[in-house]
């Protein structure tokens, strides 16, 4: 499995695994939204030997009351059925961590199972009296440093980009 940066014929594949992966085409629109609207900050896909695309991971911009902290959201997170449970997902997080690292970017912020995240090095968001809007997302909501000193001074509410809340 080869995990690398999203490129553009990646785009079809994406959306394909994004459809097969989730109950509903919402993460497959959103990221074509996404996509269109500039707002993909990095996407990392896994693919096999023929180029097909069985895991993927979206980054975007999110902001800090409202500015641009080079903050960025982790959403959506897939990887295909047949080929779960051998740490594709986890090395596709890895990799986009390290990417946005390289880029200077100096935090990222997840929805999703600490039981999950907290391994990797995500922390609870609400540690750092950091909040979302989502009601009743508390537990859910994680954030991992990148750069020394992002949470210095920083707290409040970060917003995801507009395709999340339709906004
Ligand atoms: C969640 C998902 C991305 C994990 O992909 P993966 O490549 O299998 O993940 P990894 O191999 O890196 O890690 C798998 C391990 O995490 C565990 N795990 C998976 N989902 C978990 C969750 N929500 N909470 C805790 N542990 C979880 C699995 O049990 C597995 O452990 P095992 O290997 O001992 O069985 C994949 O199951 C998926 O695409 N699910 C559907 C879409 C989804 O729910 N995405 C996440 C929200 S956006």
């Not at 490129?7 to 959306?15: E, L, Q, R, S, Y």
């Not at 069985?54 to 990887?79: C, H, I, K, R």
């Not at 001074?153 to 395709?163: C, H, K, L, N, T």
Request: with cysteine.
């Amino acid at each position: 499995m080869l995990i690398r940066s999203e490129i553009g014929v990646d785009a079809a594949g994406i959306d394909t695994l994004l459809r097969r992966c989730f109950d509903t085409g919402k993460e497959a629109d959103l990221v074509t939204q996404l996509r269109e609207d500039g707002l993909l900050t990095l996407g990392m896909v896994a693919t096999d030997d023929e180029g097909q695309v069985l895991g993927y991971a979206a980054f975007s911009p999110v902001t800090l009351n409202g500015e641009d902290n080079q903050w960025v959201g982790l959403a959506p997170l897939a990887v295909d059925e047949s080929v779960r449970s051998q740490g594709i997902a986890r090395q596709l997080v890895y990799e986009g961590l390290d990417t946005l690292n390289e880029f200077g970017y100096a935090a990222v912020v997840v929805m999703g199972d600490p039981a999950w995240f907290g391994p990797l090095g995500f922390e609870p968001a609400a540690r750092h009296q950091l909040h979302c809007r989502f009601p009743g997302a508390e537990a859910a909501f994680q954030v991992y440093k990148l750069a020394d000193g992002a949470f210095s001074d920083a707290e409040g509410q970060i917003d995801f980009a507009r395709p999340f809340t339709g906004a």
